[in-house]
Structure formats: C-alpha cells, structure tokens
C-alpha cells in the first residue's frame, strides 16, 4: 500500500510517512475476523488502535474502531451474517454499531459530517483524531494528533466536543495516565467546566472509565484532579489524602507484583477517587463492590483514628473483613504516612501465607468435627464456640496440630459458657 499524507511533518520524531509505513504493516500482520477486503472501499481505521500502532503498544487482538460514510449498523450486520459474531447496536440514531466476535470487539459508525476529515474534528482528543483509509492505504491527521504524540501531549479539540459526550472529561485523565501525555492546559480548563455533565452519562459507563484510569500506570498523577472533577458532579464526594503517592513505584516497594500488584493498587485507588457512599450508590456499583469498598473505607478510618494497637477483636474483624485486600489497606495506609515501610512488608508477607492463622482466620477444626466429638447440634452455640476457636487460633492459643488440645479447649469453654448461663439464671430469677 502507498503511504500518502493530509498534514504536515510532525517537529520531531515519527514522520507522517514514517506513521504511514507503521500503519500499512500493521494492517497487514493484524487479522480480525473478517478479511480486510470484505469493508467497504471508503472504510477508515479511526481512533485508540491508529494511536497504538503508532505508539508501538498495539495488542495482537485489540478494539478496532472504524468508521464509514453511512450504513454502520448495516455493515456489522453483513459482517455477523458473512463471517459470525454478535452485533449490538450502540445508537441506531446516529448509526453507531458493534461487532464482537470472540476475543475482538470492532466498533463501526458512520461518519458525523459530510467528510472524513469533518467527522474526525468531531473525535474527542487530537490523538485520536488521525485515521487510516484502507481502501486508499493512506494517513490522514487533520488535527495535528501526530505532533502532539511526539510530543506527548493530550490535546482535546473543541469544549464542544466534549459536550457531546461528557464520558470524555473522564477519558482525558485516563488516557493521560496510560500514555504518559501531559494535558494541554486550556484542555484542562475545559475537562473541569464540563465535569457537572457527567451526570447525564450512564453510571455504568463512568464507572468503567473510573476503573480503566485507576489500572493505568500513571494514574496517580491525576487521580487528584479527578477526584476534583467528580465533586463538581457529585460534591458530597470528597477524595481521601494521598493519592498522588498511590504510585507502582509505591506498590513495588511493598512487595507486591504481577495480577496482585494490579489489581490491589487498582482498589486503592478507586476507593479513594470515589471517596463517599454517596457515589458508590449513585454509579450503580454491585453490592459486592459496594462491600469491597465500604470495608476498606472503615478500616482506613478505625487505623487513622486509633491512637493505639488495634484490639484483638478488632485484629481479628479487620482480617476477615479484607481476606482479599488487605494489600490495598496498606497501600493506602503508607499513601497517608499511617503505617512505615517495614510494618506494612511484614503484613503483606504474613497476608501472602496462605496458613497465616490470622491473615486467614479460620477454625481450626470443623463444625462437623466438633458435633461429632462434643455431641453438639447445630445452632448458635456451635458457631460461638466456632468464632472462639478461630480467635484463639488466630493469636497463637492453640496448638492446631493436636486435636485433643484444640477439644479440651472447646469443653472449656462450653462449660465456662454453661457456668456463665446458670449464674445469669439465678440473678434473673433472684431479682424476680
């Protein structure tokens, strides 16, 4: 394929011609589940997958977005019907469709204007404002996203772009933070005046923007003025302190890495940028998130306010509480400066210790174990003497590989539970 060109030479850097030859090889090693040839001559690639090819992070499957004259929702469904895949309509208004056909999502729509380069002045940001025509096998940036690539720089074309789509305001931070882009400043000015738009998006899709920005490297450069733009929707929503210091450099130290570095550091901060129940609730979030992040708010909370050890019992509630995230406690407690390095790697090393005994609370045997040998039937009672095994379990009590131990204990306690009864009888009826 030729390589020709609609702008001109970037500053420095990668060329128009040289983005061009980047293109034409990626459209030849990339195979979506269609062949390139079943589009129509006047399809043009658009958008993230153009920006990551000429950022060299393109996935060997990744979303593809393209647009076309006209027809959008007509050509998934010639697509689906010729090679297979699910279509979905986006917005049968302005002919806005998808295919997803296994690992591949390929979103088509047609173009907003008489022209291409109209509809990509209409796009959100400049760097994903530059397109490639396949029919032609040409580069087209109109709006100059090429040069602010090399320079690395997020660059939103007009307010009124972002007026039409407010999920934008969110998707500046975030594609600032996966890219490493500083953003223009009058696009900041204009990010924040049209932040108390955000609530006419559906919750669920700035919930997901919110969850892509806190997995990006870099997020914690703009989780701040995130969190500022949010209070201008929602401005009973006040961000927790340190989240500029919620960095992967922060994570490392602590020890973590790989999936749990991620997803931990993920929770941390999504936690603190939404800040308030009150948000929570308003985007929607499922109640097993709405759990997951009230437990780690209360216990942010109980560990700033304490001005001593926690007490066993609440040792003991705190871990069963944050089986899974204990991780993201701590990154936020080292954020806030409420717990050292050293403290925090010792957790985290108990935490990663499957038979940590309180990490992972647990009985150390179980309730059938224990009808069995102490003739018991199931009901509160079982499960008191259950909580107190695990307790004592938990603060190194009990000698969890002698059974006969762990049973004298339970007879112990079940008789001082007993005692405890009788006396509370007498006084009952004494006082009658």
């Not at 039409?164 to 924040?192: F, H, S």
């Not at 717990?339 to 935490?351: G, Q, S, T």
Request: with cysteine; net charge neutral; proline share 5%.
């Amino acid at each position: 394929m030729a390589s020709e060109t609609t702008t001109g030479d970037a500053h420095s850097g990668l060329t128009p011609q040289e983005a061009g030859a980047q293109l034409d090889s990626a459209v030849t090693r990339l195979s979506p589940p269609f062949p390139w040839g079943a589009l129509p001559g006047d399809a043009v690639l658009v958008g993230g997958v153009v920006r990551d090819v000429l950022l060299g992070r393109l996935r060997d499957n990744p979303d593809v977005d393209l647009t076309v004259p006209r027809g959008a929702v007509q050509l998934c469904r010639q697509l689906a019907s010729r090679w297979g895949g699910t279509v979905v309509v986006l917005d049968q208004a302005r002919d806005m469709g998808r295919l997803v056909h296994g690992a591949w999502t390929v979103d088509v729509a047609a173009w907003d204007g008489a022209t291409m380069a109209a509809d990509l002045g209409r796009r959100d940001f400049s760097l994903n404002a530059m397109a490639y025509h396949l029919g032609q096998g040409t580069f087209h940036d109109p709006c100059g996203g090429l040069q602010d690539l090399v320079r690395r720089r997020l660059r939103c074309l007009a307010a009124a772009n972002l007026a039409a789509d407010p999920l934008r305001v969110l998707r500046g931070y975030r594609l600032a933070a996966e890219l490493g882009c500083a953003i223009e400043e009058r696009t900041r000015q204009w990010l924040q005046q049209a932040a108390p738009q955000l609530g006419m998006v559906a919750s669920e899709r700035v919930l997901a923007e919110l969850e892509r920005l806190c997995q990006a490297p870099l997020a914690h450069h703009w989780l701040l003025e995130t969190g500022t733009v949010l209070q201008a929707w929602l401005p009973m929503a006040p961000p927790w302190p340190g989240l500029e210091r919620l960095s992967h450099q922060l994570a490392v130290a602590l020890g973590l890495e790989g999936e749990s570095l991620t997803g931990q550091l993920a929770l941390a901060r999504l936690s603190g940028v939404l800040g308030a129940q009150s948000v929570v609730e308003r985007l929607g979030c499922s109640r097993r998130q709405q759990r997951q992040w009230q437990r780690l708010d209360h216990w942010r909370q109980v560990w700033t306010a304490s001005t001593a050890r926690l007490t066993e019992d609440q040792q003991l509630q705190l871990h069963l509480d944050l089986t899974d995230d204990l991780p993201a406690l701590l990154l936020v407690l080292l954020a806030q400066d409420r717990l050292n390095l050293e403290e925090a790697r010792l957790w985290l090393h108990r935490w990663q210790d499957p038979a940590d005994p309180l990490c992972h609370p647990c009985c150390p045997l179980s309730g059938h174990r224990l009808q069995q040998s102490l003739s018991l039937s199931p009901g509160p009672r079982l499960g008191a003497l259950m909580a107190f095994l695990r307790h004592e379990n938990a603060f190194g009590r009990l000698i969890v590989h002698d059974e006969a131990s762990i049973l004298d204990s339970a007879r112990q306690w079940l008789q001082q539970a007993a005692d405890s009864r009788q006396m509370s009888t007498r006084k009952e009826a004494g006082s009658s």
